[in-house]
């Protein structure tokens, strides 16, 4: 198994308290800590408006930080969980990546999505087109990525996009192009694109829900025609842990403490419910062998939310030291 790290960018309320000058520097102290650890990769979230509901808070835009990092890492690879196709043209969305795979020597993977965030969609006057339409820009915005990353242009009339001799060099130094994570369990059209196009795919990592979707996913390989076991399957996965689960309610308690003068205790709460009952939530024996058994269902990259990684590491030094090396 392989792993990666969310870096705190505001977005879950992860630097609430910290001024905004200090910010940058928290974020890449994390990112060249993971660098040196046992981390493949270091992510961040493509969105704009704080959840779990929008506030004033500082949510710090994704690709700005792909290049930031590029340019302080030297090992992790480097990705977004997910780009959302429609906040950016997909031929400039392909030149940006581009350029960042360069800056960091050939590190950057590309998180892609169909987007669902509907108040930042329409506060930054994106509209909020149907399920079908964003899946349908999806398709087509792929289709470009892939085409300007391998032939240097790209064309294409389509019923969302149309781009024509789009040029995009230098290409990136990876061969074959930025490796596609397809995010997202969305099984007629989302998989299917999955499917068509990525080397990688994020999805319910609950035993039952990442048993679910992997046998939806092969069954649109079978239609479609790819290989399904070429296809690394990831998920991702909110931490809390501690030693004894006494430690693991403090943990909770203390994201709960930090959210709840900003959003109000009921969506505090309702927030937390992501946590509760989790594969990693619990102590490191918990952890290990949640993770052990979806590990044996194809699990094979886990993606960590740590949320009081910009105030405290300790359990992201336990996660390291007692959880991963019995997964890797």
């Not at 781009?163 to 994570?181: H, M, Y």
């Not at 035993?207 to 998920?235: N, Q």
Request: charged share 25%.
């Amino acid at each position: 198994m392989r792993f990666g790290l969310f870096v705190p960018q505001g977005w879950r309320l992860d630097l609430v308290g910290i001024d905004p000058a200090d910010q940058w520097p928290v974020m890449r102290d994390l990112a060249l800590r993971a660098d040196r650890g046992p981390w493949d990769s270091i992510w961040v979230y493509d969105h704009f408006h704080t959840v779990p509901a929008p506030t004033d808070e500082a949510t710090h835009e994704a690709w700005s930080l792909m290049s930031a990092f590029a340019a302080v890492t030297e090992r992790v690879r480097l990705g977004q969980m997910c780009t959302a196709m429609s906040y950016r043209n997909p031929a400039y969305l392909a030149k940006v990546a581009a350029t960042a795979d360069i800056i960091s020597g050939g590190r950057i993977e590309m998180g892609i999505g169909g987007g669902w965030y509907e108040h930042e969609w329409r506060a930054y006057g994106y509209g909020f087109p149907s399920a079908g339409e964003r899946l349908g820009r999806l398709d087509e915005g792929v289709q470009i990525l892939r085409q300007a990353w391998t032939t240097g242009t790209a064309t294409l009339d389509g019923r969302h996009y149309q781009v024509d001799g789009a040029i995009v060099r230098p290409l990136p130094l990876q061969d074959g192009g930025i490796p596609l994570w397809i995010a997202g369990g969305g099984e007629k059209v989302t998989l299917k694109i999955a499917a068509k196009y990525a080397q990688y795919t994020n999805f319910d990592g609950t035993p039952e829900g990442f048993a679910h979707k992997s046998r939806i996913l092969r069954e649109h390989c079978a239609d479609v025609g790819t290989d399904f076991d070429a296809i690394v399957r990831s998920a991702n996965y909110n931490l809390a842990i501690g030693r004894t689960e006494a430690e693991v309610r403090e943990r909770l308690d203390a994201v709960r403490a930090r959210l709840a003068p900003v959003v109000g205790p009921e969506r505090a709460d309702a927030y937390l419910d992501a946590f509760r009952g989790m594969p990693a939530v619990g102590t490191p024996e918990q952890i290990v062998e949640n993770l052990t058994a979806l590990k044996k269902q194809g699990l094979e990259y886990a993606i960590f939310y740590v949320p009081e990684a910009a105030y405290d590491t300790s359990g992201l030094e336990l996660l390291e030291k007692e959880v991963l090396p019995h997964l890797a």
